[in-house]
């Protein structure tokens, strides 16, 4: 009584079915069950998973499935070496880099055109300035808050 438990198994076993070993199970479900109830002839024969069988292969093709993890570990060390290489040939620049001098020189940026109408300020005549002043900062923070997305 060692194959009881699995779910059905009560009815093969009164249809005939060793229950000793699971093997002679395996053996009497394949000389006697039709192979359309199984799981595997559903998804490997049934005429409604061609499709999916189809764009599994073509995906197998283009690029085979790794075998074991050797495989899988000799692949990850070739991308690791790809992505080292195309750094140092400055054909790929690291993402935290890039964004760190991007980010300090908008901060750069934006520091200085806030500055303009302090340094404007000097050298338009004492009657004009304040006018001056409220035109510059308006274009001002009307660029930076273009630049920034704000509408």
Do not use: C
């Amino acid at each position: 009584m060692l194959i009881n438990f699995y779910y059905g198994s009560d009815r093969l076993i009164a249809l005939g079915m060793p229950d000793d070993s699971i093997e002679a199970a395996r053996l009497w479900r394949k000389a006697h069950l039709d192979r359309s109830y199984t799981i595997d002839y559903r998804r490997t024969r049934h005429p409604r998973h061609a499709a999916v069988r189809e764009a599994a292969q073509a995906a197998m093709q283009a690029d085979p499935p790794a075998k074991s993890w050797r495989d899988r570990h000799d692949r990850a060390r070739a991308r690791t070496a790809e992505i080292e290489l195309a750094l140092l040939e400055g054909r790929s620049l690291d993402r935290d880099q890039t964004m760190a001098v991007l980010t300090a020189q908008i901060a750069n940026m934006r520091q200085r055109l806030l500055s303009i109408p302090s340094r404007v300020v000097l050298d338009v005549p004492a009657e004009a300035r304040l006018k001056v002043v409220e035109i510059i900062e308006r274009e001002v923070f009307a660029a930076l808050a273009e630049i920034s997305g704000i509408k």
